[in-house]
């Protein structure tokens, strides 16, 4: 179903693979179809990006009456094909500096990440302070855009190890909605810290993707992972369709950078959000609970 053999290597500061036509056209068209066919999403989010995430109950219908999405679904929530994933990035960047320093051995199907809004504290609770032995889950969603949707530049949650994209629709690139990949602008061999929200300016361009039908990206979720989406403009264009998904441990991910280890620090906030908008930074110092 999926030709993972066409995945190359794009030149960035962290490891990214990208393919084109690893999905075919008439499959990405049954999907399209499914995600249109589905009569609730479970959220919105990012001004026009609607949701069928894993966990919840609609999901769970959604899956069971979309075959061609159960069937993407089961394929990317095995461990087999995780194992899969993990060797290609191995193989393909044997020589990258980030490593993840607690590798999982268990892959929990049922586990997802927790898609309700928490304070820092209570996210710090759930996450814990013991980083060892870590178990790794799929987290993923069958996801639509419409107009005015977009994604500043950041990291993603601290306790990812690969995050994936599969484009559905063909998005010119003149209305936009393209994953851009961004490095910051001063070059150190060594950082103190990764800010996981930098300031646009501190940033500049490496690549842009405009959203091909069939086309798949996966990146390593390093901590300088900086990565966003330019300003979707839906004007004689299809929907932005996709699916988004991570691989995740249970726990925070300790990355190794030529070793010097990284500790993610969650910023302490009585607002309640989702795990995806809490301000977690990767610094060398061991966070105090």
């Known amino acids: 179903?999926?030709?993972?053999?066409?995945?190359?290597?794009?030149?960035?500061?962290?490891?990214?693979?990208?393919?084109?036509?690893?999905?075919?056209?008439?499959?990405?068209?049954?999907?399209?179809?499914?995600?249109?066919?589905?009569?609730?999403?479970?959220?919105?989010?990012?001004?026009?990006?609607?949701?069928?995430?894993?966990?919840?109950?609609?999901?769970?219908?959604?899956?069971?009456?979309?075959?061609?999405?159960?069937?993407?679904?089961?394929?990317?929530?095995?461990?087999?094909?995780?194992?899969?994933?993990?060797?290609?990035?191995?193989?393909?960047?044997?020589?990258?500096?980030?490593?993840?320093?607690?590798l999982p051995n268990i892959f929990n199907k049922s586990k997802f990440t927790i898609k309700k809004k928490l304070n820092s504290s209570e996210l710090k609770k759930i996450l814990g302070n013991n980083y060892k032995n870590p178990k790794v889950n799929l987290d993923i969603d069958f996801s639509v855009s419409r107009g005015g949707y977009r994604l500043r530049p950041h990291r993603d949650d601290i306790t990812r190890l690969y995050n994936f994209l599969i484009?559905?629709?063909?998005?010119?690139?003149?209305?936009?909605?393209?994953?851009?990949?961004y490095k910051k602008?001063?070059?150190?061999?060594?950082?103190?810290?990764?800010?996981r929200f930098p300031k646009i300016n501190e940033l500049e361009i490496v690549k842009e993707f405009t959203p091909k039908q069939g086309t798949v990206v996966f990146f390593q979720s390093t901590p300088n992972s900086y990565h966003g989406v330019k300003r979707f403009i839906e004007k004689n264009c299809p929907k932005r369709f996709f699916l988004y998904g991570s691989y995740a441990l249970n726990k925070p991910v300790i990355w190794n950078y030529k070793n010097t280890l990284y500790y993610p620090h969650i910023i302490s906030t009585k607002k309640r959000m989702l795990t995806s908008f809490h301000d977690a930074n990767y610094l060398t110092t061991v966070p105090k609970h």
């Open 185 to 195: 602008k001063t070059k150190k061999n060594i950082r103190k810290s990764f800010r």
């Open 1 to 102: 179903m999926l030709k993972i053999e066409r995945l190359k290597i794009i030149k960035s500061n962290f490891p990214v693979l990208v393919g084109d036509k690893v999905l075919s056209k008439s499959i990405c068209k049954v999907l399209i179809k499914e995600i249109s066919n589905s009569k609730s999403f479970d959220d919105m989010i990012m001004g026009g990006r609607s949701r069928i995430n894993k966990g919840s109950k609609n999901f769970n219908i959604y899956i069971k009456n979309s075959k061609i999405s159960q069937k993407i679904f089961k394929l990317f929530n095995s461990k087999s094909f995780y194992k899969k994933i993990e060797k290609i990035f191995k193989n393909k960047f044997e020589n990258t500096s980030w490593k993840n320093e607690n």
């Open 167 to 181: 484009y559905l629709t063909d998005i010119p690139k003149k209305n936009g909605g393209s994953l851009t990949i």
